[in-house]
C-alpha cells in the first residue's frame, strides 16, 4: 500500500459510492470502487433513512477500495440518530424530507437567526428534535449525525465534526461550539451534543469485529469535512477570493465564501444560512436542486437522465417555468404527496410540459433562474461582486444546464469538477497525513489536475424577463 493512498465514503441522498484515492504532488488519482442506491424506507411512522443497509454497503466499498492509509465519511446535513445508554440507536433516524410536527420554539426566528446564523427550515435539527416524543428524548443518551454516527458504528468512538454540527440550528454562528444556554432553553439535554472536532483529526481506527467485514484492511477513520457541501466546496477549484459557488446534487447550494458569518437582517430575510467551512464561513442559500428531475424519473420507467437532457437541449428554452422554491416541490411522492410532473403542471408559467423532455427542460431553466435569484441576492447581501461562478457536482454532466446558469447569472461559469465530494473528502485526509500543505495548495491541486469547462454568458435579454417571471410567481404563492 502507498502512504498516499485513501478512501472516501460519500453519502447523497440518492446514491452512495466509495472512491479510492491516490495523491501525490502534482496529480490526484481517483477509482470509484463501489456505488449503491440509497432507498428510504417508507414505514408506519414515516419516512426512515435505511443506515443499517447504507452501513453495509459502507463497508462493503472499504473492502473494494483495499488497503488504503485512512478512510473518511461524508453525508447530508441535519438527520441524526439517537443512542441509549448502552449505544444501541433509538429507531432509524427521520428522513429530513418527511414533514414532523415540532413543538414552537420559545425563541423567534431572528433571535435564532443571530445566534446560530442558520435560515430557518423546517427540516433543521433544531425542529426535528422539537418533534421527537418525550419518551424517546429520555431514553436517549447521545445524538450523531449521520457521520458521526456510521463513524461510532465503525470505531466505537463517539464525537461530533464541525462542518456538520454547523447546521443544525444549535450551534454558535461564530462556528466554535454548540450554543449550550440555546440547547438549555430549549429544554433539550445537554449529554446529546458530544464534543466537536475539526476535519483532519483522527477518530480512531476500525473496531477489530469489522476487519473482515472491509476485507481484513486496518484503515484509520479520519473526520473529514462530513458535511457534503463542505467537502464539496473545499475542493472548488478557485484561483482568486472572488467567485461563487453552486454544488449541484439533489440540491444546489449557492453561495460565497466569507471570513465571518453575515447575520444581517436582510441575510435573514433573504433565506441565507452561516455554516462552517474549511476556510472561514459557507454564506449559502439551498435551492431544490435536481431532486425535481429525480422525482419525475420515478414515473418514467426505463427514462435515462442523458437521454433526457440532450433531447431537451434540442427544444426552446424559457417556454415554461416554475419557482424552483417553492416548498410543494420537498415532499416525495412516496410518502402521499402528487407526482412531481402533477406538481411542476399545477405551479407553472407557460404552457403545460407534455414530454418527458418538455418537463426536463422546465427543471433545467427553472434550476438554472434559481442558481441566479440566489446568487444576485447574496452578491447584494454581501456586497461585493464575483468573477466567476464556480459550478461542481452532479450538474457539471448536464451541460444544458451549465449553459443556462451561465445565461440566467450573467456570468461565466466554470463546471467541474463533477467529484467536488469525494476530492473534498481525501483532501482532508491528504492534509491530515502531511501529503498536502494546506487547503490553498490542495485547491491548487484541484485546479491542477480537474481543469473545469467554462461557460461563457450568452447576454440574450430573455433571460432578464425569465427571471421576471419567475420572481412574479414567487410573489403570487406568498400572497
Not at 452578491?379 to 449553459?403: F, R, T
Not at 461559469?413 to 469525494?422: D, L, N, Q, R, S
Request: with cysteine; glycine share 10%; charged share 20%.
Amino acid at each position: 500500500m502507498s502512504e498516499n493512498v485513501f478512501a472516501a465514503v460519500d453519502l447523497g441522498a440518492a446514491s452512495g459510492r466509495v472512491v479510492r484515492g491516490e495523491i501525490g504532488p502534482d496529480r490526484i488519482d481517483l477509482r470509484e470502487v463501489h456505488r449503491f442506491p440509497n432507498r428510504p424506507l417508507p414505514l408506519p411512522d414515516g419516512l426512515h433513512w435505511n443506515l443499517g443497509a447504507l452501513f453495509e454497503q459502507l463497508c462493503a466499498g472499504l473492502a473494494a477500495a483495499g488497503p488504503v492509509r485512512s478512510a473518511g465519511i461524508d453525508s447530508w446535513a441535519v438527520d441524526y440518530g439517537l443512542l441509549d445508554a448502552d449505544g444501541a440507536l433509538l429507531g432509524l433516524p427521520y428522513h429530513y424530507r418527511h414533514p414532523r410536527r415540532s413543538a414552537a420554539a420559545p425563541i423567534g426566528p431572528a433571535e435564532l437567526f443571530e445566534r446560530t446564523g442558520l435560515a430557518d427550515q423546517p427540516f433543521n435539527t433544531i425542529h426535528q428534535l422539537r418533534a421527537e416524543s418525550a419518551a424517546r428524548l429520555a431514553a436517549a443518551r447521545n445524538l450523531l449525525l449521520i457521520p458521526d454516527l456510521l463513524g461510532y458504528w465503525l470505531t466505537g468512538r463517539i464525537g461530533a465534526e464541525r462542518t456538520n454540527a454547523s447546521t443544525t440550528g444549535l450551534f454558535h454562528a461564530t462556528g466554535q461550539d454548540w450554543d449550550r444556554d440555546l440547547i438549555d432553553r430549549l429544554d433539550l439535554p445537554q449529554r446529546f451534543f458530544a464534543p466537536v472536532h475539526d476535519p483532519g483529526t483522527p477518530l480512531g481506527p476500525v473496531r477489530p469485529a469489522l476487519r473482515d467485514a472491509i476485507g481484513g484492511h486496518d484503515p484509520t477513520l479520519i473526520r473529514v469535512a462530513s458535511h457534503d457541501t463542505a467537502s464539496a466546496v473545499a475542493a472548488v477549484p478557485a484561483r482568486s477570493a472572488r467567485f461563487a459557488y453552486i454544488c449541484t446534487g439533489t440540491w444546489s447550494l449557492v453561495g460565497l465564501e466569507r471570513p465571518d458569518p453575515l447575520l444581517s437582517r436582510q441575510a435573514r430575510e433573504r433565506g441565507f444560512t452561516n455554516e462552517t467551512g474549511v476556510a472561514g464561513i459557507r454564506f449559502l442559500r439551498n435551492v431544490m436542486g435536481l431532486w425535481l428531475l429525480q422525482e419525475c424519473l420515478r414515473e418514467w420507467p426505463g427514462a435515462q437522465t442523458a437521454a433526457l437532457v440532450a433531447s431537451a437541449a434540442e427544444l426552446p428554452a424559457l417556454r415554461t417555468l416554475i419557482d424552483v422554491d417553492d416548498p410543494g416541490f420537498l415532499a416525495p411522492a412516496q410518502i402521499g404527496g402528487p407526482p412531481m410532473t402533477e406538481r411542476i403542471a399545477a405551479h407553472r408559467d407557460g404552457p403545460a410540459p407534455r414530454t418527458p423532455a418538455e418537463f426536463t427542460r422546465c427543471v433545467i431553466d427553472s434550476l438554472a433562474i434559481g442558481h441566479a435569484r440566489a446568487l444576485a441576492d447574496a452578491v447584494a447581501v454581501h456586497g461585493e461582486d464575483v468573477e466567476v461562478v464556480h459550478l461542481v457536482g452532479g450538474g457539471v454532466h448536464n451541460a444544458p444546464l451549465c449553459q443556462a446558469t451561465a445565461d440566467a447569472c450573467d456570468r461565466p461559469v466554470a463546471a467541474g469538477p463533477a467529484e467536488a465530494t469525494a476530492l473534498g473528502n481525501l483532501l482532508a485526509q491528504g492534509i491530515a497525513a502531511n501529503v498536502l500543505p494546506d487547503w490553498r495548495g490542495a485547491r491548487y491541486l484541484v485546479a491542477h489536475t480537474h481543469p473545469p469547462v467554462h461557460y461563457s454568458p450568452s447576454g440574450d435579454p430573455a433571460w432578464r424577463t425569465a427571471l421576471d417571471r419567475v420572481t412574479a410567481l414567487a410573489r403570487k404563492r406568498a400572497a
